[in-house]
């Protein structure tokens, strides 16, 4: 059983930055890819970033190229989002997840482990 819990969520001005880090707790972490996700009111759970259980691989939504950076450190059992120039509409929840085993790292139904969550405002 793998438990997550996210850090590092806050209140910043648009064009600011923030970090998210995600501890993870109960596995052997580097078995497992990583994500994260994001909700804003009213809308769907989204995609955010993605990476593999090495770190080897990373993918990220179109909305957030270039402006995040998804990274990890199995070693200290971390995963971390780097938010860069951001916008009024990354407004949201942040939920970092992990699994074993996907086919798709943007389906977050194929993720088993979830964070409680970390919010994220961004004010124009």
């Known amino acids: 059983q793998v438990q997550l819990v996210e850090s590092g969520g806050g209140l910043v001005q648009a064009g600011g930055s923030l970090r998210l880090s995600c501890a993870a707790s109960?596995?052997?972490?580097?078995?497992?890819?990583m994500g994260w996700f994001r909700q804003a009111p009213g809308k769907e759970r989204e995609f955010v970033a993605a990476?593999?259980?090495?770190?080897?691989?990373?993918l990220y939504a179109d909305s957030v190229k270039g402006r995040f950076i998804i990274s990890r450190d199995n070693a200290k059992k971390m995963m971390y989002l780097q938010m860069n120039s951001l916008k009024p509409e990354d407004t949201a929840v942040y939920y970092c997840?992990?699994?074993?085993?996907?086919?798709?790292?943007?389906?977050?139904?194929?993720?088993?482990?979830w964070g409680q969550g970390t919010q994220v405002t961004v004010s124009s």
């Open positions: 997840a992990s699994a074993s085993g996907l086919s798709d790292y943007r389906a977050k139904n194929e993720y088993r482990y």
């Open positions: 109960g596995g052997t972490i580097g078995t497992y890819a």
């Open positions: 990476i593999s259980r090495a770190g080897v691989t990373t």
